[in-house]
T-cell receptor, first 114, second 113 residues
């Protein structure tokens, strides 16, 4: 089944403890992206990647890192999480960039930082 | 900077009626616009895409229009059903070769039996 898989679904951590949220897609998509969704603010893009080894900042990149060493994986790294990073995170992928290809989203990771 | 407004946070309608959701954008001209459905606790799911040279697009009970003069897209669900209850997001492209989207905050649709 074609899908975007995020892990974990739920994560509770403490301020400053490094964490990684994994994202994997099995559709051979070139484009991958991370979003966070907060009440009243909607979906905001954190980072995106147009292909392997190519990543770029979205609207809210501060406090996050990403890497794209392989086409299928796009992990989101929080080196020193803070409470303002408590949010619902979504990974998404699409076949191409710049052509209107629809995004395929994972089911989300709900992160709580205390 | 680009701005997207879905001018209803919530819309309540009766089963069988047509739901109409509005998406307005300002300060730029997207080449295309996508609509997504999001259920609670789940990721958004793609529904329809409409390009700037298309006035209207249909898919089963769904219809999307794109008025580049008014800078507005309308999303219609005809013969609505309780199963259509969800949050609907509009997402115009940001322009540029990356094809990144900018998402509206969504309209929560509730269809009452």
């Amino acid at each position: 089944e074609a899908q975007v898989t995020q892990n974990p679904r739920y994560l509770i951590t403490v301020t400053g403890k490094k964490l990684t949220v994994t994202c994997s897609q099995n559709m051979n998509h070139e484009y991958m992206s991370w979003y966070r969704q907060d009440p009243g603010l909607g979906l905001r893009q954190i980072y995106y990647s147009m292909n392997v080894e190519v990543t770029d900042k979205g609207d809210v990149p501060e406090g996050y890192k990403v890497s794209r060493k392989e086409k299928r994986n796009f992990p989101l790294i929080l080196e020193s999480p803070s409470p303002n990073q408590t949010s619902l995170y979504f990974c998404a992928s699409s076949p191409q960039t710049g052509s209107g290809s629809p995004l395929h989203f994972g089911n989300g990771t709900r992160l709580t930082v205390t | 900077s680009q701005k997207i407004e879905q001018n209803s946070e919530a819309l309540n309608i009766q089963e069988g009626k047509t739901a109409t959701l509005t998406c307005n954008y300002t300060n730029y001209s997207p080449a295309y616009l996508q609509w997504y459905r999001q259920d609670p606790g789940r990721g958004p799911v793609f529904l329809l895409l409409i390009r700037e040279n298309e006035k209207e697009k249909r898919k089963e009970r769904l219809k999307v229009t794109f008025d580049t003069t008014l800078k507005q897209s309308l999303f219609h669900i005809t013969a609505s059903q309780p199963a259509d209850s969800a949050t609907y997001l509009c997402a115009p492209d940001l322009g540029g070769s990356q094809g990144n989207l900018i998402f509206g905050k969504g309209t929560k649709l509730s269809v009452k039996p």
